[in-house]
């Protein structure tokens, strides 16, 4: 496993952008497909945003597609989500997530991850 840390999440104003980064430990990082989800108050964890090892290939959320960008540096054991246009409806726990045995046919469940950050919150004011 890895161990994870996100960053970057705070208060913006609707039409705002945010970069949220995951620091990840250990000299495997490159053999992970990670992912960003979000959970709201009272809602269910969701895929945001996934992105395969080495090839880097990137699948979104119908919700944010076109809106974010995921995107990883193994030299920095990193993986980023730059969210741009944020709505309200944006407003989440966002946290990310690794998993050794990435598949695309997985990556959408949570439960097939197995290891996460801690999570940072991302506010978007209307």
């Known amino acids: 496993q890895v161990q994870l840390v996100e960053s970057g999440g705070g208060l913006v104003q609707a039409g705002g952008s945010l970069r949220l980064s995951c620091a990840a430990s250990?000299?495997?990082?490159?053999?992970?497909?990670m992912a960003w989800f979000r959970q709201a108050p009272g809602k269910e964890r969701e895929f945001v945003a996934a992105i395969g090892r080495s090839t880097g290939n990137t699948y979104y959320a119908d919700s944010v597609k076109g809106r974010f960008t995921i995107s990883r540096d193994n030299a920095k054991n990193t993986v980023y989500l730059q969210m741009n246009s944020l709505k309200p409806e944006d407003t989440a726990v966002y946290y990310c997530?690794?998993?050794?045995?990435?598949?695309?046919?997985?990556?959408?469940?949570?439960?097939?991850?197995?290891?996460w950050g801690q999570g940072t919150q991302v506010t978007v004011s209307s």
């Open positions: 250990g000299r495997t990082f490159s053999s992970y497909g």
């Open positions: 997530a690794a998993d050794r045995l990435f598949t695309t046919s997985t990556m959408k469940n949570p439960a097939k991850f197995d290891s």
